[in-house]
């Protein structure tokens, strides 16, 4: 059994390559690719180590249930879409 546990909230607009997966799969992590929808970020977020994120919309709810979560990771620029100051609350760094 996988060690970490990392969602990737758009892996369609942003796909891992074979280095970034050989290097997660390196440190005992596997990889959950979610459709950017509310309803599966719910589903399967819950116990995530980290999340790997790009256009989809962290509001202070949904950080409120990575009770496990310990990095969000936003692929691209800017953080206007994570509520920082919530996961800063949660002990969440925001990369």
Not at 40 to 63: K, M, Q, S, Y
Request: charged share 20%; aromatic share 6%.
């Amino acid at each position: 059994m996988p060690k970490f546990k990392v969602v990737h909230t758009d892996p369609k607009l942003h796909p891992l390559n074979t280095e970034l997966m050989d290097s997660l799969e390196g440190v005992d992590a596997f990889v959950i690719p979610l459709a950017g929808v509310l309803e599966e970020f719910v589903a399967f977020a819950d116990g995530a180590d980290a999340i790997l994120n790009a256009d989809f919309r962290l509001t202070a709810n949904l950080i409120a249930t990575l009770h496990r979560c310990r990095v969000i990771s936003r692929i691209g620029t800017g953080v206007d879409n994570i509520d920082v100051p919530s996961a800063t609350a949660m002990g969440i760094a925001v990369a």
